[in-house]
């Protein structure tokens, strides 16, 4: 008997965000039909594809026309449309180049634990980056990465890289960004992100502060993001893409 009730949807939903969740059904591949996944759930084609269209509202999956449904990866493509929200002062958006700074392993603080939801003074990464926009200093990203989500993370791993940061993660440690939380406020620069973004002391910055998901609200990194702001700027498109 085909299940239609409000259980049978979110019960369905469920289902397949823990294969999601469990890598089951990895970046970039098709996951089955709609009536194949009717057939094994019990329930009709209309409460599958309620399940599948809010999965895609959530960007946790993509349907490509004319060739199913696929899980997300993290392509440039995707990243400058989804998460990336620097563009220049003339509006132009690209994705930027990333010159490593420093790797290295400390322990974290009660707000940054509290941040990526682990214990007080467990080990993590502190990774530093500057991000250029065609040879132009642009962004200083400090990024903070739990050890045990990422063990064996090396320093090649920031400096040798030719894809995205998340697109990495989900093809090293199968680990897919759905969603962040954002902070911003301006501050001014001091000495050290000042120099390294070629600005006078004090001159104001945009400072973003960015906590990233992956299933079930689980923080995969906290960052702080400094912005050069006399040449770039946020933006959002409320509501849409």
């Given at each position: 008997m085909?299940?239609?009730?409000?259980?049978?949807?979110?019960?369905?939903?469920?289902?397949?965000?823990?294969?999601?969740?469990?890598?089951?059904?990895?970046?970039?591949?098709?996951?089955?039909?709609?009536?194949?996944?009717?057939?094994?759930?019990?329930?009709?084609?209309?409460?599958?594809?309620?399940?599948?269209?809010e999965l895609v509202a959530e960007n946790i999956l993509v349907r490509e026309q004319g060739r199913g449904t696929f899980v997300v990866s993290h392509t440039p493509d995707y990243m400058l449309n989804v998460f990336f929200r620097?563009?220049?002062?003339?509006?132009?958006?690209?994705?930027?180049?990333?010159?490593?700074?420093?790797?290295?392993?400390i322990r974290?603080?009660?707000?940054?634990?509290?941040?990526?939801?682990?214990?007080?003074?467990?080990?993590?990464?502190?990774?530093?980056?500057?991000?250029?926009?065609?040879?132009?200093?642009?962004?200083?990203?400090?990024?903070?990465?739990?050890?045990?989500?990422f063990p064996n993370l090396s320093e090649s791993f920031f400096s040798d890289r030719n894809e995205t940061l998340y697109g990495l993660f989900q093809r090293?440690?199968?680990?897919?960004?759905?969603?962040?939380?954002?902070?911003?406020e301006a501050i001014p620069g001091n000495q050290y992100i000042s120099k390294l973004l070629k600005l006078k002391i004090n001159l104001p910055l945009l400072c973003v502060n960015r906590v990233a998901y992956a299933y079930k609200g689980k923080p995969v990194d906290m960052r702080i993001r400094y912005i050069h702001s006399s040449k770039y700027r946020y933006f959002n498109n409320l509501g849409g893409g």
């Open positions: 085909v299940k239609t009730t409000e259980f049978a949807y979110k019960r369905v939903k469920y289902a397949l965000t823990e294969l999601l969740r469990q890598n089951k059904w990895r970046h970039n591949q098709a996951i089955p039909s709609e009536p194949i996944l009717a057939s094994r759930y019990q329930v009709s084609i209309g409460t599958i594809r309620r399940a599948i269209n620097i563009e220049s002062s003339e509006g132009v958006r690209e994705l930027p180049n990333s010159k490593l700074l420093s790797f290295e392993k974290a603080s009660k707000v940054i634990s509290k941040k990526l939801a682990i214990k007080p003074y467990e080990k993590i990464y502190r990774v530093k980056t500057l991000l250029s926009f065609r040879n132009q200093p642009a962004i200083v990203d400090e990024i903070y990465l739990s050890e045990k989500m090293v440690y199968g680990i897919t960004v759905l969603n962040i939380s954002e902070t911003i």
